[in-house]
């Protein structure tokens, strides 16, 4: 194994030469100096195995076994604008970029003029144009944990940067497409993400991963979010990776007082999939809200790590994450709720419910609370189950079939998530997603 | 409509309904009577198709089919409805596509064309407001947090919706206020007509009052001991069940 992994760090070390070379002059950049030094570290972390604790559900070994050439050191990959249409929000005039391999495509994307100062655009363009709010922001948040995040900085080119200035509020939500794969070779994709709303601004994000070939690739991407003081932010995540992919994200979020964060996760595709999600409430009122909603079926695995780190009195925090899981398909949460002495009041929540489909189907889940303060109240709570079968029974008994009842039972179920996402034509999206996904009739 | 011969069914290997016999024809309402436990509600459930239920030996013949080899959800679309002694809660499906996905099922089944979401809309607005209820419910989760009187009324709402041809009213009374109690009895007296059948299982007379049967059964220990006419329920409501039991020990 050692051996073999070794042969996987010379790969994507080697190819940063050349991942060098197609930087155009950008290779004395300031930042290119954070990519080296991610290189070095990616070079001397190991990578995690099932006796690394934060890992122990999640056998990676798959996604050491391939080579994925970097995008930018790949052939790239026609998209047309019909199959951006395919996955953009109908209703949406602006504003969505679309990223092919992780490379913005400024064709296919579509923004408005900027207004008021906010900022959407690619990071890629940024960097060019040496932006100090990207270079004093970036790589800032999120420690590199594994080999895996220092991979994606050494690689990052190009992603989503979003800044919303003091006291604006945008209305319509942002659609960011990352179309993934080429079926000409096996790609490495590294999207890098940047999100900042200032101080009373709002804005609610879509980030949507696409699988567009069905050739293995590896999606590894870090997301920044800094949450200022009453900011709101809501970022919906829709993984749909191909079903032979590999998908690993760490999404960091840093929230001050009175501000409000919530990430949805919805987790639909990808051999391996595996998200962090990570939040430092390093304020006062704060309110933090995870929600997530996984499918794994046939042979897939899908893995949701969180960690709510209460720094300072009276916030809350509260994750619900329901799993469904049929096929072989296999589950993993596992959720770290950390409150510190001086985060008095905090009540923190925390809840992870899985329904298995069939036999073969597993899930595995694990709540950490480590609580130093106390004056808290804090609940965790883990239930795996089947399908109801007096619910069923009620509904075959108005003359539904049994497909059908069963369907409607797994919408039901994923419900209570889909509920909390604020953008109608999205939740419809979705509830019709999880049943093509399941090769299930839908409701 | 319905012929149902020497019924045996168990739960857990326990023999509940011991040979039970019953015919209710078209046009005609029958009442069931009969102290707790003494397989009522496992009647209506073997008929609805309840897989929790093991059925031993008998038959049951529903508009000339096997009733007992169809799944529930075909019973249900040939025309059979059961009105639940406790109704189930479906968080997070509206009664609104609940009832009209099962409207469809049964347009479909029938080969006819599905609803158009107007005449949906029409149909549930005229029978919930004939049965007092609030247009609101309509958007709630079927059952979900409805009062024990709002669950009750939601079953015949389900009733007047699919318009069955043989309706089982598992204790509708229970938990309805007397005036609820009149609104639900008329609502099921609108639905009969010489073409369709209801059975009621209740445990008070004065259910029987709005809804007056042509026949009233009494179960005791899984056998219909006695039958009658309405009056039967009278002299139950006056007497009770102990002057039957010995005619219980008598058939066995
Ligand atoms: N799921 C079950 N498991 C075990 N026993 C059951 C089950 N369902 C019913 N029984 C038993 O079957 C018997 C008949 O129950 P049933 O509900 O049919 O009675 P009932 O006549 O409807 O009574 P009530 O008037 O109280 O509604 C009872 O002894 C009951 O305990
Ligand atoms: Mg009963």
């Keep these: 194994m050692e051996e073999k992994n070794m042969k996987t760090k010379k790969w994507y070390s080697q190819n940063f030469i050349e991942f060098e070379k197609k930087l155009n002059g950008q290779a004395g950049s300031e930042f290119h100096k954070v990519r080296k030094s991610a290189l070095s570290e990616f070079e001397n972390l190991p990578f995690p195995t099932l006796k690394t604790e934060d890992w122990k559900y999640t056998n990676i070994k798959p996604i050491l076994k391939q080579n994925f050439t970097p995008a930018q050191n790949a052939a790239p990959v026609k998209v047309t604008k019909e199959l951006v249409s395919n996955y953009k929000m109908d209703g949406f005039l602006c504003d969505y970029l679309v990223f092919v391999n992780g490379i913005y495509d400024k064709d296919l994307s579509c923004l408005s003029e900027a207004a008021k100062g906010i900022i959407v655009d690619s990071l890629g363009n940024l960097l060019k144009k040496n932006s100090d709010l990207v270079l004093n922001k970036i790589a800032k948040l999120a420690e590199i944990e594994n080999p895996f995040n220092a991979l994606n900085t050494a690689y990052a080119v190009d992603g989503t940067v979003v800044y919303v200035p003091k006291n604006v509020v945008v209305e319509k939500p942002i659609q960011v497409i990352f179309l993934n794969g080429s079926d000409d070779e096996n790609v490495l994709i590294t999207p890098r993400n940047l999100i900042i709303a200032e101080e009373n601004s709002q804005v609610k994000l879509i980030f949507n991963y696409e699988g567009i070939s069905s050739k293995p690739y590896f999606t590894n991407t870090v997301t920044e979010v800094y949450t200022s003081k009453n900011a709101v932010i809501e970022l919906n995540k829709i993984q749909n990776e191909d079903n032979n992919s590999f998908h690993i994200e760490k999404t960091q979020i840093y929230q001050e007082d009175g501000s409000n964060f919530t990430h949805s996760s919805i987790s639909f595709g990808g051999l391996i999939a595996r998200n962090d999600i990570n939040s430092m409430l390093d304020g006062e009122n704060v309110e933090c809200n995870y929600y997530g909603l996984y499918l794994a079926n046939e042979s897939r695995h899908v893995d949701h790590h969180t960690f709510v780190d209460h720094a300072k009195p009276n916030s809350v925090s509260n994750e619900l994450y329901k799993g469904i899981l049929d096929d072989s398909g296999h589950g993993v949460f596992s959720g770290k709720i950390l409150v510190r002495q001086n985060a008095q009041k905090t009540n923190a929540y925390q809840s992870n419910k899985s329904v298995l489909l069939s036999p073969e189907s597993q899930v595995d889940t694990k709540p950490q609370l480590e609580i130093y303060a106390d004056d808290v109240k804090c609940s965790h709570g883990a239930t795996v189950g089947h399908l109801d079968d007096e619910a069923k029974y009620y509904i075959r008994s108005r003359g539904i079939p049994v497909e059908l009842a069963n369907s409607m039972l797994i919408t039901a179920f994923a419900n209570d998530v889909l509920e909390n996402i604020k953008i109608p034509e999205l939740r419809e999206k979705l509830n019709h997603m999880i049943f093509e996904k399941l090769h299930r009739v839908e409701v | ?252």
């Design chain 2, 1 to 252: 409509m319905i012929t149902i011969k020497n019924l045996h069914a168990e739960i857990e290997g326990k023999e509940i309904l011991r040979g039970l016999n019953l015919e209710i024809n078209k046009g005609e309402i029958h009442a069931i009577m009969g102290p707790n436990g003494s397989g009522k509600s496992t009647l209506a459930n073997v008929l609805a198709g309840n897989e929790n239920f093991e059925i031993t030996k008998g038959e049951v013949n529903f508009e000339g089919k096997d009733l007992l080899d169809m799944a529930p959800e075909d019973r249900a679309r040939e025309g059979l409805f059961l009105a639940f002694q406790y109704p189930i809660e479906i968080p997070g499906i509206s009664n609104n596509v609940f009832l009209k996905t099962a409207i469809n099922e049964l347009r479909k089944y029938h080969g006819q064309e599905e609803i158009t979401p107007k005449e949906f809309l029409e149909l549930i607005k005229e029978k919930s407001s004939l049965l007092g209820m609030d247009s609101s419910l309509i958007n709630r989760s079927v059952n979900q947090g409805f009062s024990g009187g709002e669950k009750k009324r939601n079953e015949i709402l389900q009733l007047l919706m699919l318009n069955p041809k043989l309706a089982l009213l598992d204790e509708t009374d229970s938990g309805l206020d007397i005036d609820a109690l009149k609104i639900v009895a008329e609502g099921v007296n609108r639905f009969k007509n010489e073409n369709n059948a209801v059975l009621v299982v209740t445990h008070y007379q004065r259910l029987l009052d709005y809804i007056v049967p042509d026949f009233v059964h009494v179960l005791y220990k899984g056998r219909i001991i006695k039958s009658g006419d309405k009056n039967l329920a009278l002299e139950l409501e006056e007497k009770g069940y102990d002057w039957l039991k010995e005619t219980e020990a008598e058939l066995a």
